[in-house]
């Protein structure tokens, strides 16, 4: 079976191999596994037919909602994080390097058959797509969930306004985010929240967004989710994402 | 008694006056404060007449070595970090503001009187400087204590190799790092480890300490730190610091 070693050349990606599929650090139970779990218990009285990962990086919630859901899409914007699961697939292994102290690197692998998702693997459809430009194919989804996406989303309310209408009556979208707002992945004027407004008024994310999604959507749950990315053998980001939890009205 | 805000614009002296004064997170113990503690447990047995920490930042473990120490001599590279610690001295308070969501800002506030070391501020004297490129005035030491400072220097090796020149006989060297070298900090050349050598040997950081360092002191002892930043509400650097402790032959 041959292995796959096309990433070494790109950090980000070996970065995300370790947070979606290596060891858990501190303590903090794998962030992916967290979610689609969350997500699987939030659908329990809905059916479990089409689940979509969007921003779904390289896959590993994608398999795990695929354990519960018939039939799962996993979208990103990046080719090379999609291409993980996709390798997944076919090969069922990935190699990726670790950092270690400095230019020092550890070579690691993945392999499908040492998970839990192992058989459910071909369940799966992976693809490369734009959150805020959806193809009209994506829909009829008992599940959305987008972790850690809308802070990184360069118009994040195309995504949200629109978002409803691919979700099947008494569905689900569950979002996840540390609302880590950067002027250099999504302009101040299309923030969510974590803004002072015209009238002196702190808005946060989570005001902002009830006020889009309320009009088709009821908050069913709000919940912090901890996640931990390792950047080098001593050094990591430690974040405390929120999860908030909307059923289709 | 007047308060200084006169750190509202820079974000790096801000989050170090968090670092340094705020809250501890995720259970780990302020990192200043326990640096101070190890360092003082350290020099029991030696003098402890005066001690220098190099690297300071905004003085924190300045002014707890000066709960052992008769004398304690501050140093650091950036004069808006050094100015924190003078200003404690002077208005016992600092303001600054500690990031929210976005930009939303909480202002916080330091004063001195709510620390134990509030006893010993005029113990302790902050100056501007290069650690790489010290006065002749800055010796005879008992303790030198060097927190995070070596994998930003531009020439570590201009600090290590003449340091002990400044350690009385019998004095302490202690230095942490996560060794996160970086070349926008340090050019390669310069890296004390976390490469391969000439021979494809991997090198790391604290095989090169020992190699500059074990001519004038001994390695008495070696742990892990951990240390948490906060950068956002919801978002941390979490990283394991080193500590090596060196004894001057």
Redesign the interface.
């Known amino acids: 079976m041959k292995e796959t070693n096309i990433y070494e050349t790109d950090e980000l990606v070996s970065q995300y191999c370790d947070f979606q599929y290596g060891d858990d650090y501190?303590g903090v139970m794998n962030f992916a596994l967290a979610c689609a779990q969350r997500a699987i218990d939030y659908t329990k009285s809905t059916q479990q037919k089409r689940a979509l990962d969007l921003g779904c990086a390289t896959g590993r919630a994608s398999f795990e909602l695929a354990r519960a859901f018939e039939h799962v899409t996993g979208i990103d914007y990046s080719e090379n994080f999609v291409r993980v699961g996709k390798e997944l697939q076919t090969a069922r292994r990935v190699g990726y390097w670790q950092n270690?102290?400095?230019?020092?690197k550890n070579h690691k692998e993945i392999s499908a058959d040492n998970y839990d998702f192992k058989d459910y693997l071909t369940k799966v459809e992976f693809f490369q797509g734009d959150a805020c430009a959806l193809a009209p194919v994506f829909k009829e989804y008992d599940l959305i969930m987008a972790t850690n996406l809308i802070d990184r989303l360069y118009q994040p309310q195309l995504f949200l306004q629109s978002i409803h209408e691919r979700i099947t009556h008494g569905g689900v979208l569950v979002l996840t985010s540390?609302?880590?707002?950067k002027e250099e992945y999504t302009a101040?004027e299309f923030?969510i929240?974590?803004?002072?407004d015209e009238n002196g008024n702190?808005v946060?994310?989570l005001d902002g967004l009830k006020k889009i999604l309320e009009e088709n959507f009821e908050l069913i749950a709000i919940e912090d989710l901890p996640f931990?990315i390792r950047e080098?053998?001593?050094?990591?980001?430690?974040?405390?994402?929120?999860m908030s939890v909307w059923k289709k009205r």
Do not use: M
């Open positions: 501190f270690g102290e400095g230019e020092l540390p609302y880590t707002w101040k923030w929240g974590g803004y002072v702190e946060s994310t931990v080098t053998a001593r050094k990591f980001q430690h974040t405390i994402s929120q």
